[in-house]
């Protein structure tokens, strides 16, 4: 298992659409620590109206959506941010780094 820095664990994640049209979106996201993360931008992508179903896969960082409405590319990089799966590290993070006085 690799070590994780807690620098790393604080930046926020970063997606970018890499194909949108009416049947479905491919995000490209960086940042997915473990099948926790992965999860919770599958959900989050999920609840967007106009979402049929979302799946991310952990080991290409990959998140792939069938549409059922109009989403706009604003509407699904926002979902991954507010997926939140960096707070839990980053309060981590920010207690260790607290603790040996970074």
Do not use: H
């Not at 940042?31 to 896969?57: P, Y």
């Amino acid at each position: 298992m690799a070590w994780i820095k807690p620098r790393r664990m604080l930046r926020a994640p970063d997606s970018s659409v890499t194909a949108l049209d009416e049947q479905g979106a491919t995000l490209q996201i960086d940042g997915l620590f473990c099948g926790v993360c992965a999860n919770r931008v599958s959900n989050s992508l999920s609840r967007l109206d106009g979402v049929e179903s979302a799946s991310c896969d952990l080991e290409s960082a990959i998140a792939t959506v069938r549409l059922s409405g109009t989403v706009d590319e604003a509407e699904l990089r926002q979902a991954v941010l507010d997926a939140a799966y960096a707070k839990p590290l980053r309060r981590a993070a920010e207690r260790a780094a607290r603790a040996v006085g970074l």
